[in-house]
């Protein structure tokens, strides 16, 4: 699975239109100290489903949007599109046969946002299943930016443990249970309320019984 293309507005530091053409042979991006890279970095994740600002460098959502410069007023609104290929079928089920599936996240100044996949408006929920279990995400092993070494070698066991259970592919499964889990606690608190209603209406017969 590559990326093909990066495409940012109003994101960070790119307030214009700017298009990251990542063509095979492409690994790297280089640049003076400030010049945006890790907005790059940030970008991608935000786009992949990324919910805390810190981990984006920011105090609150909002301050990945443009903030403004000397000579340009700040940014009302924040998008990025990813462009993955998928001519290998990375991505299967109902993406099986889009040769390119884009990813995309939108922010308005005003707390409005959105995300698309392939520009249709879908939920962050619908970006994070697409991604499972494919090493690619927001907090997945495929983005190892400055100091991540670090963390992993001194990580404690169980957060270690997220990184292996994403690598060994069983987070999907995992996923699945809790949301078995929610739906078997419902069906329970559902029939805790149908047998109070059948007592309730015992009761009733009966006294209608005798009347
Ligand atoms: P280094 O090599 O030092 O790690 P870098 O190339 O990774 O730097 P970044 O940290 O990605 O650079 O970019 C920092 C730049 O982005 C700073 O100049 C900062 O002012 C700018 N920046 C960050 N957020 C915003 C924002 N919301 N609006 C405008 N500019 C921003």
């Given at each position: 699975m590559r990326i093909r293309r990066i495409e940012l507005r109003g994101f960070k530091s790119f307030v214009d239109k700017t298009v990251f053409q990542?063509?095979?042979?492409?690994s790297g991006v280089v640049g003076p100290n400030g010049c945006g890279k890790s907005n790059v970095i940030d970008a991608i994740r935000w786009t992949l489903g990324e919910q805390s600002p810190s981990l984006l460098r920011?105090?609150?959502?909002?301050?990945?949007?443009?903030?403004?410069?000397d000579g340009r007023k700040p940014a009302s609104v924040a998008e990025v599109h990813i462009a993955f290929d998928n001519e290998d079928g990375?991505?299967?089920?109902?993406?099986?046969?889009?040769s390119e599936i884009e990813v995309g996240r939108r922010l308005y100044r005003d707390g409005k946002s959105g995300y698309l996949i392939n520009r249709v408006e879908c939920r962050r929920k619908d970006i994070v299943a697409l991604f499972?279990?494919?090493?690619?995400?927001?907090?997945?092993?495929s983005i190892i930016e400055q100091g991540r070494v670090g963390f992993i070698v001194n990580a404690k066991p169980e957060e270690r443990r997220v990184l292996i259970d994403e690598v060994a592919g069983i987070n999907r499964f995992k996923s699945q249970r809790v949301e078995a889990e929610r739906r078997m606690e419902r069906t329970k608190n559902n029939l805790v309320r149908v047998s109070d209603m059948i007592t309730e209406m015992g009761r009733q017969r009966r006294s209608l019984q005798i009347q």
């Amino acid at each position: 699975m590559r990326i093909r293309r990066i495409e940012l507005r109003g994101f960070k530091s790119f307030v214009d239109k700017t298009v990251f053409q990542l063509g095979p042979g492409v690994s790297g991006v280089v640049g003076p100290n400030g010049c945006g890279k890790s907005n790059v970095i940030d970008a991608i994740r935000w786009t992949l489903g990324e919910q805390s600002p810190s981990l984006l460098r920011g105090k609150a959502m909002e301050d990945v949007i443009f903030s403004g410069s000397d000579g340009r007023k700040p940014a009302s609104v924040a998008e990025v599109h990813i462009a993955f290929d998928n001519e290998d079928g990375a991505f299967g089920g109902q993406y099986q046969r889009f040769s390119e599936i884009e990813v995309g996240r939108r922010l308005y100044r005003d707390g409005k946002s959105g995300y698309l996949i392939n520009r249709v408006e879908c939920r962050r929920k619908d970006i994070v299943a697409l991604f499972l279990d494919t090493g690619v995400g927001a907090r997945a092993y495929s983005i190892i930016e400055q100091g991540r070494v670090g963390f992993i070698v001194n990580a404690k066991p169980e957060e270690r443990r997220v990184l292996i259970d994403e690598v060994a592919g069983i987070n999907r499964f995992k996923s699945q249970r809790v949301e078995a889990e929610r739906r078997m606690e419902r069906t329970k608190n559902n029939l805790v309320r149908v047998s109070d209603m059948i007592t309730e209406m015992g009761r009733q017969r009966r006294s209608l019984q005798i009347q």
